[in-house]
């Protein structure tokens, strides 16, 4: 399901006008397919795989969009799914740093499963390792073809971390199966 995230921002921000009371601001993450696509644009525009989605725009090619200046803010902005917007302008690139932690904050400490190497060769054999979906991220591609969730589903309630637990769930079963064929052969 979505995630949200409240920050208390410094400055005007931190305040609601004329008063003294704290103006928390609530971040809405954006459902898995939808900020793929966002991300795929961002990573588009400084050459970047368009592979990783928002997992690689937030931990590793950030720093690129960033450098596109004034580009970057149409590129982040619709991260950005704020109860209000930032009135101080040198808080809206800490939003958008929020926005993109709310998204794929999780895989920082997430373990990796571990497949089996003579798992992973059989499927080069195979030869479809050169094919892939290019409207989303394989990710995405692997739960919509799974059957696991649906392309509303993606649009509408699940997030990012939604989609790597499917993802394992469909890694954990594969490897299963295919660990039950090796010893049945």
Known sequence: MLKTTTLLLPGRDAFRPGTSDPDP???TE???LTADRYARAALAAVDA????GVIALALQ???DVLRLGERAQSLLEPFVQASRPARQWSNVLSLQHAAL???AGFIVSRPQLDIPITLQAECIKRGAGDLSVTFCSPPLATVLHSGRASYREL???LGTEDVYN???LINVETVRDWRASQTTT
């Open 49 to 52: 795989p368009l592979d990783g």
């Open 30 to 32: 954006l459902p898995a």
């Open 155 to 157: 649009e509408t309630v």
């Open 166 to 168: 499917l993802v394992e």
């Open 101 to 103: 932690a709310l998204h």
């Open 61 to 63: 090619y950030m720093p």
């Open 25 to 27: 601001i609530t971040l």
